[in-house]
């Protein structure tokens, strides 16, 4: 079965980044390697302002579906984070339909979930993913804060990354199985270890089984290839391994 729904989060370019590229840059190279599903991520702005009018301008000239990074949280200090309205208005500014956040300190939360409902009903698919800290991106944590929004009838989904189970000391295969059903979106990375420590990796380059593991999530989720590469050879070798599958 080939996945349609292949999605190439920018974060595959970290390297020209650091060397001064742009993100519209980096979209023309992601189009020319055969993605039209293409994640951006707001760190990697140099001036938002400027760029976003490029990236919407290519958004549609190529017809693409963009997906929008945004390393915040959904909750700060017990309270729902107030940057979450401008981070959907850049979001809509450059024709973005999806947006990831950190859920936070939800454990602290002072409020009721369903203070989150007015930011859903934008236009905008709004998930959570487990990131690497202990407060946001534990199988607890996450299964915590998606039974809340449910139960509530609020519409957020989960973005499950797989390699970053490693980073808390805590099983790729077990987290699939449990949260499974909160999943709209996916991550894939392989991971490493030096020195005992996890490092990211290209698929089929690390130690953890990520077919058997995608066998465990939605069939119809987008899949992302996301981890630092130096080379278009890894990212073609990624999008061939998911394209099996």
């Given at each position: 079965m080939k996945n349609k729904q292949l999605v190439l989060n920018l974060?595959?370019?970290?390297?020209?980044?650091?060397?001064?590229?742009?993100?519209?840059?980096?979209?023309?190279?992601?189009?020319?390697?055969?993605?039209?599903?293409?994640?951006?991520r707001r760190e990697y702005f140099k001036d938002l302002a400027s760029?976003?009018?490029?990236?919407?301008?290519?958004?549609?000239?190529y017809e693409l579906e963009l997906f929008y990074s945004v390393p915040d949280e959904v909750f700060v200090d017990g309270n729902v984070n107030p940057k979450l309205g401008d981070y959907l208005s850049e979001a809509k500014q450059m024709n973005i339909k999806h947006i990831k956040w950190n859920i936070g300190d939800f454990a602290h939360f002072k409020g009721d979930v369903t203070e989150l409902k007015s930011l859903t009903e934008q236009g905008i698919a709004i998930n959570i993913e487990n990131?690497?800290?202990?407060?946001?991106?534990?199988?607890?944590?996450?299964?915590?804060?998606?039974?809340?929004?449910?139960?509530?009838?609020?519409?957020?989904?989960?973005?499950?990354?797989?390699?970053?189970?490693?980073?808390?000391?805590?099983?790729?295969?077990?987290?699939?199985?449990?949260?499974?059903?909160?999943?709209?979106?996916?991550?894939?990375?392989d991971v490493t270890y030096q020195d005992n420590k996890p490092q990211a990796a290209g698929l089929d380059h690390g130690e953890i089984d990520w077919r058997d593991i995608l066998t465990l999530l939605p069939k119809d989720a987008p899949i992302?290839?996301?981890?630092?590469?130096?080379?278009?050879?890894?990212?073609?070798?990624?999008?061939?391994?998911?394209?099996?599958?």
């Open positions: 974060l595959v370019f970290a390297e020209k980044v650091q060397k001064g590229a742009v993100q519209s840059e980096l979209i023309e190279e992601a189009v020319a390697l055969g993605f039209r599903k293409i994640e951006v760029e976003r009018a490029d990236i919407k301008k290519l958004a549609e000239e990131d690497q800290t202990q407060t946001s991106g534990t199988i607890s944590a996450i299964d915590t804060f998606m039974r809340a929004v449910k139960e509530a009838g609020v519409n957020i989904g989960y973005v499950y990354d797989l390699g970053n189970w490693r980073f808390v000391g805590e099983n790729e295969k077990e987290a699939a199985e449990q949260l499974g059903k909160y999943v709209r979106y996916i991550h894939v990375k992302a290839i996301e981890y630092p590469t130096t080379e278009k050879q890894e990212i073609l070798e990624a999008k061939a391994l998911l394209e099996e599958e």
